[in-house]
């Protein structure tokens, strides 16, 4: 048998709690991208010009 090795009994409530950090931060990042374009399409409106389409992840890298 190997020595080294240690098992630890897993914590499901600090595994489940990573999950949900991990989703609440994600729900974050997307509702302040969603909100920062709507900045700028009501600021593009009052100037009266076309707003600018951001670019996207998936664009940038390809």
């Not at 974050?28 to 100037?47: C, I, N, T, Y």
């Not at 076309?50 to 940038?60: W, Y």
């Amino acid at each position: 048998m190997q020595e080294g090795i240690m098992v630890f009994k897993p914590n499901y409530n600090q595994q489940r709690a990573e999950r949900d950090r991990a989703k609440q931060a994600k729900k974050e990042a997307k509702l302040r991208e969603r909100e920062d374009a709507a900045a700028m399409r009501r600021r593009a409106e009052q100037d009266g010009t076309e707003p600018v389409a951001a670019e996207s992840a998936e664009t940038r890298d390809a």
